[in-house]
């Protein structure tokens, strides 16, 4: 808990229309709160700021409280918890009193969710609940007194403690008003929140291109630096999923990367002084590579540098992938003007080993978007409801982090045909969930889900339907030229002798997946080394070496099955 009162004004990036938002609902509570009274109403007493960590709920706070000429208290939610019995309420009422001596003011309670967990859930305990009803007193009291109010009002169950049965004209207001965070707000106390203590509620979400342009260049101000406007306008585009707390260590690992480049680079006898130390454009480049949106560390996956030339062939497949997400993130006005949406999701369906999942990547990474990875059964839980969870989280994030990806890797296992033999209470619960999140009432916005599967013939049907999957793309073992397109990659990678045939090894692997191609390469590569570890090149009788053990799986009878499949679905595959 602490008492503060800002030296500095305080200089806020990208939340321009949140901070008027917040300064037109408090400021007459601060500056006239008597107009409220002649009216006969109470005064706007607590706001409520919501959102992912980091996007600066509690700058935006201070910074209100700053233009408002208030005084500051600050109240953070996990630090003020006394271990002695009393103690917090103690403190949380000296702290009321001393902030209404001293109006007007602010109190900040930052964290709130520590402060005031739901009573009756799992796991509060008697301390919570005295805690909870000795803020939601104070808070009731900051129009009729605080200080009177904690003597003689006795706590009660709902919390519920203000005094409509007053004398009119009896009511003191004391220019102090609260501002609460936090990341969940779920989690409250439903008494909190209800009019009359936090009176409003105000999302600070994922900053926009805009406004992470504004914040980096508020980071940047005093900071001595060379990088160009449109160096930072690249970066912001590029930077999606970003919060404040994200650029600001963006530009922290920029200015350390300046400080070592300048100090690698002097010498005892050139030495400059470090006040001529700048941070340069290609600081904020190699910073930003490094650099993750923190929304996404706890779900994302490290995503290997796949391009579209490291996928052999499937062009059609490429093209089809580019129209759906490229054109409708670079040009949603086209989409606007032709009065269409655009494509929310992708199936793709084939063989094992076709390059399902590498597509997806290399669409994320030429994309430059957020990707995340999920696998269907991972998402299955033995507790009641923890899948279902599992799900709204994953497009949660995605949403907070959009443009994004969501690639669900066989998601057959999430979507399994309600009434089917596969079909249980939990996976038709997963599946409602999975329909609801594809089509809901928030929307799926500059976020696209990419899925893949070996067995199409069991999801469910709902989830193939126009609006939800509006692409479904077949991706068969690669013909002759992809064949020859990946034994292209895969040899630019290997030194090998002029005897390597690639035309004949064309000939030979009819048939095979890609990834058996690239293990017939690696496994000559492999066929060599056992005959010398200082091998230079691979020849030809390595490859005929691989060959002999190489295993085709996918079968006839597969293939088959998936034009079967197409036949009676009436799906347009590619």
């Known amino acids: 808990m602490e008492e503060s009162t800002p030296h500095k004004p305080l200089q806020v990036g990208g939340l321009k229309n949140q901070v008027k938002a917040v300064k037109d609902l408090i400021e007459g509570s601060i500056r006239d709160p008597e107009s409220f009274l002649r009216l006969e109403l109470k005064p706007p007493k607590g706001v409520l700021l919501y959102g992912p960590p980091g996007t600066g709920k509690t700058l935006l706070a201070r910074k209100v409280a700053e233009d408002l000429g208030a005084e500051v208290f600050t109240i953070n939610g996990p630090e003020i918890i006394g271990k002695f019995y009393g103690e917090t309420e103690a403190r949380l009422r000296n ?33 919570e609940n005295r805690i909870v009803a000795t803020l939601l007193t104070l808070m009731d009291g900051l129009v009729e007194g605080a200080g009177a109010m904690c003597a003689s009002t006795s706590f009660q169950g709902d919390g519920d403690t203000s005094s409509a049965g007053a004398p009119q004209g009896s009511s003191k207001y004391h220019s102090v008003v609260v501002i609460a965070t936090t990341n969940r ?44 406007d449109d160096v930072l306008e690249d970066i912001s585009s590029r930077a ?84 759906s997400v490229e054109w409708s993130l670079k040009h949603p006005e086209a989409f606007i003007r032709m009065g269409i949406r655009p494509p929310r999701g992708i199936l793709l369906y084939g063989p094992p080993g076709c390059s399902k999942t590498l597509m997806a990547k290399a669409l994320a990474t030429e994309m430059g978007v957020n990707f995340i990875a999920v696998k269907g059964p991972e998402l299955f839980s033995k507790w009641v409801g923890e899948s279902e969870k599992a799900v709204q989280s994953v497009f949660r994030k995605a949403r907070t982090n959009a443009p994004s990806i969501i690639f669900f890797d066989e998601v057959d296992a999430l979507t399994v045909k309600r009434g089917g033999d596969g079909s249980t209470s939990v996976a038709d619960r997963v599946l409602s969930q999975f329909l609801n999140e594809m089509d809901g009432v928030e929307g799926l916005v500059n976020v696209t889900v990419v899925a893949a599967t070996n067995r199409p013939d069991i999801i469910d049907a709902a989830l193939l339907r126009p609006g939800r999957i509006d692409r479904i793309l077949y991706i ?99």
């Open 476 to 574: 068969g073992p690669p013909d002759a030229e992809a064949r020859r397109e990946i034994l292209r990659i895969q040899l630019g990678r290997m030194p090998c002798t002029e005897d390597v045939d690639v035309a004949a090894l064309v000939g030979r692997t009819e048939g095979c997946s890609g990834a058996e191609m690239v293990a017939l390469c690696q496994d000559a590569a492999l066929a060599a080394m056992e005959e010398s570890l200082q091998v230079q090149e691979v020849s030809g009788r390595h490859f005929d070496q691989a060959l002999k053990s190489l295993q085709r799986r996918i079968t006839p009878e597969m293939l088959d099955f998936y034009r079967g499949f197409q036949e009676k679905s009436g799906l347009l595959s590619v």
């Open 185 to 228: 707000p779920d989690t409250l106390d439903d008494a909190i929140r209800r009019p009359g203590r936090l009176d409003r509620e105000v999302e600070i979400g994922v900053p926009s291109a805009q406004d992470r342009s504004s914040i980096l260049r508020v980071l940047l101000a005093n900071v001595p630096h060379s990088v160009p």
């Open 95 to 127: 702290l009321f009193n001393e902030a209404e001596k001293r109006a007007p003011a602010v109190i900040i309670i930052d964290e709130i969710d520590a402060l005031c967990p739901a009573r009756g859930s799992t796991g509060s305990n008697e301390q």
């Open 240 to 323: 999606h999923g970003f919060v404040g707390a994200d650029l600001s260590s963006l530009c922290r690992e920029a200015a350390v990367r300046s400080i070592r480049r300048h100090t690698a680079h002097s010498t005892p006898e050139s030495s400059t002084s470090m006040s001529e130390v700048q941070v340069e454009p290609q600081d904020v480049e190699e910073a930003f590579r490094e650099v993750r949106p923190s929304g996404m560390r706890e779900i994302a996956i490290e995503i290997p540098k796949v391009l579209w030339t490291d996928i052999g062939g499937q062009e059609n497949v490429k093209q089809k992938l580019r129209e």
